[in-house]
């Protein structure tokens, strides 16, 4: 049983360039999440989805795109990075709304 | 700006004294929970308490609830050097399906 699993681990992009996110949930959960962590900023909410097929903006989600075409994958997109993209990104999932989040190991991304 | 603000930023302790810190938020919640970070590592889940309970214990943790003042406290007992690592609220807004996290404390228990 693996969890949540985030690929790839780190990544190093030039201005302009754009990338994928991928994280895979085995345990079945509805709810899915993608953070980012900077810095004395705590984690900000970036996109959710709560199920198949869905997604919902979160609190930074200017130059992202996400999708959840199966329940068990929740993409992360870059179309066009910035040096303002680098950060260390998390993904999480829970079972529904009320219950505790899985995270992943993240993926730290450098943008130069 | 963010839901959760947490207090202190920064705590520094020596072991086996408590660790207490803060959380306050801003609008009506399901839940609140708690999160423990080790450096670099993703975030582990330590206590969940729901908008109906004031007080919830986990083994050396003490979680309180106050939804009239919209603020909760994690306390730490006999903190050990191993407690060294970054620890977050997090709320899980009614109705919306987001959970938002605060800023962390970051809490060194000194050997």
């Known amino acids: 049983n693996a969890g949540v699993t985030q690929t790839p681990k780190f990544r190093v992009l030039k201005t302009g360039q754009s990338m994928t996110l991928l994280c895979a949930q085995d345990?079945?959960?509805?709810?899915m999440y993608w953070y980012r962590q900077d810095p004395g900023m705590g984690l900000r909410l970036i996109h959710y989805s709560v199920g198949e097929g869905t997604t919902a903006k979160g609190e930074v989600p200017d130059g992202y795109n996400v999708s959840r075409l199966k329940k068990q994958n929740f993409l992360l997109g870059l179309e066009s990075a910035a040096p303002s993209q680098t950060s260390v990104y998390f993904c999480?999932?829970?079972?529904?709304?009320?219950?505790?989040?899985?995270f992943g190991q993240g993926t730290r991304l450098t943008v130069v | 700006s963010q839901q959760g603000e947490e207090d202190p930023q920064a705590l520094s302790i020596q072991e086996g004294e408590n660790a207490t810190m803060n959380c306050s938020y801003k609008?009506?919640?399901?839940?609140l929970q708690w999160y423990r970070q080790n450096s670099g590592r993703g975030l582990v889940h330590l206590i969940l308490?729901?908008?109906?309970?004031r007080e919830k214990h986990s083994g050396r943790l003490r979680v309180t609830l106050d939804t009239s003042k919209k603020s909760s406290s994690l306390l730490i007992t006999a903190s050990r050097a191993a407690d060294t690592a970054s620890y977050f609220c997090?709320?899980?807004?009614?109705?919306?399906?987001?959970?938002?996290f605060g800023q962390g404390t970051t809490l060194q228990v000194k050997p």
């Open positions: 345990m079945n959960h509805e709810y």
């Open positions: 997090a709320t899980d807004l009614s109705n919306t399906g987001k959970l938002i």
């Open positions: 999480a999932s829970t079972r529904d709304r009320a219950t505790e989040a899985f």
């Open positions: 308490i729901r908008s109906n309970e």
């Open positions: 609008t009506s919640i399901n839940n």
